[in-house]
T-cell receptor, first 110, second 115 residues
């Protein structure tokens, strides 16, 4: 099992849609979880941390399920500008490094 | 608007060339990183410097040589690269305190092409 797994997509959705991404991780001792957003040929940018109780930032909601070892990201009222690749990132590994999933590509259409 | 600055943004080099990538941050972060990213792949960790000491080398070939002159600067020296080394090279920094919520901040990267 890969350390961090994501559905690569692409997810093609119309503007205004709600879309959800899931991510699973293999190391049950992982303690930190993040969603990063990456536009084509640009650097990854932190979208939000994921907290145990779940957290929301505007149209974005992140959830963590430790028992099932998965993280989710919900985007409501999708905008064209949300089109990007969303990277699930988990702090794990033998030295506590950040481990990146392969990313889920989202394309929001008019 | 990134606070991690990388130069150059683009670099084309031959297999016999020697070049250097530079990275700078002024956020007071004490950990700095080099990542390599190929198209449609996630970033792959290459090196980590913690308090100016190399703490992680992910079995990177010796044609890549990192250097951390001080806590704000990180270089990656390149020599005798291969075409398959063409990629986006990303520098990142973090506080370095290894807190559970420690976040990475990336520079905009150097797009490297090896001919």
């Amino acid at each position: 099992r890969k350390e961090v797994e994501q559905d690569p997509g692409p997810f093609n959705v119309p503007e205004g849609a709600t879309v959800a991404f899931n991510c699973t991780y293999s190391n049950s001792a992982s303690q930190s979880f993040f969603w990063y957003r990456q536009d084509c040929r640009k650097e990854p940018k932190l979208l939000m941390s994921v907290y145990s109780s779940g957290n929301e930032d505007g149209r974005f909601t992140a959830q963590l399920n430790r028992a099932s070892q998965y993280i989710s990201l919900l985007i409501r009222d999708s905008k064209l500008s949300d089109s990007a690749t969303y990277l699930c990132v988990v702090r794990g590994g033998s030295q506590g490094n950040l481990i990146f999933g392969k990313g889920t590509k989202l394309s929001v259409k008019p | 608007d990134t606070e991690v600055t990388q130069t150059p943004k683009h670099l084309v080099m031959g297999m016999t060339n020697k070049k250097s990538l530079k990275c700078e941050q002024h956020m007071g972060h004490r950990a700095m990183y080099w990542y390599k990213q190929k198209a449609k792949k996630p970033p792959e960790l290459m090196f980590v410097y913690s308090y100016e000491k190399l703490s992680i080398n992910e079995s990177v070939p010796s044609r890549f040589s990192p250097e951390c002159p001080n806590s704000s600067l990180l270089n990656l020296h390149l020599h005798a690269l291969q075409p398959e080394d063409s990629a986006l090279y990303l520098c990142a920094s973090s506080r370095g305190d290894r807190a559970t919520n420690e976040k990475l901040f990336f520079g905009s990267g150097t797009q490297l092409s090896v001919l």
